[in-house]
């Protein structure tokens, strides 16, 4: 799989690359948990006061996943724009036993997929869970062979 370019490469709009990604969450306690203590992601600056706080926490590469408590907020639907969000890992199986301990439902068990893509195909293992909110996460590892 290609490997991802330096960061600032996206001459068209100066720097590119994902800075965040902002989910608006019904239990904002909950998910903070949930991205800090199952998946990792490091607490970098948090805001406002309950029921309006919010939350930057950094995925372990300078992009980060940006929480907004809105507990009035409807359940999320399988049709909404947002699909689901990819979590990188070198251990898509560990990972996911993580989620399981963690009481989260799978969807889809870690497993080998090749993307019939051009110029190459691209060998992954991957799995789905839903999180805290109702969103769908996958897991994503391109270093299989």
């Given amino acids: 799989m290609p490997q991802p370019k330096?960061?600032?490469?996206?001459?068209?709009?100066?720097?590119?690359?994902f800075h965040h990604v902002a989910l608006r969450v019904r239990d904002y306690d909950?998910?903070?948990?949930f991205y800090t203590a199952v998946?990792?992601?490091?607490?970098?600056?948090?805001?406002?006061e309950k029921?309006?706080?919010?939350?930057?926490l950094d995925t372990g590469d300078g992009n980060y996943m940006e929480l907004f408590e809105r507990p009035d907020q409807p359940p999320v639907k399988e049709e909404g724009t947002i699909?689901?969000?990819?979590?990188?890992?070198?251990?898509?199986?560990?990972?996911?036993?993580r989620v399981r301990a963690a009481g989260f439902p799978?969807?889809?068990?870690?497993?080998?997929?090749l993307i019939e893509s051009r110029p190459f195909a691209i060998p992954v293992r991957?799995?789905?869970?839903i999180g805290p909110d109702g969103e769908v996460v996958e897991f994503f590892q391109n270093d299989v062979s």
């Fill in 51 to 56: 029921p309006a706080r919010g939350a930057l």
């Fill in 39 to 48: 998946l990792g992601c490091a607490p970098t600056v948090t805001w406002g």
């Fill in 106 to 113: 799978i969807t889809v068990e870690p497993k080998d997929h």
């Fill in 30 to 33: 909950k998910s903070v948990q």
């Fill in 126 to 129: 991957l799995s789905f869970f």
């Fill in 6 to 17: 330096s960061p600032g490469t996206n001459k068209t709009i100066g720097g590119g690359g």
């Fill in 83 to 97: 699909l689901h969000i990819a979590f990188r890992t070198t251990d898509t199986n560990a990972a996911t036993a």
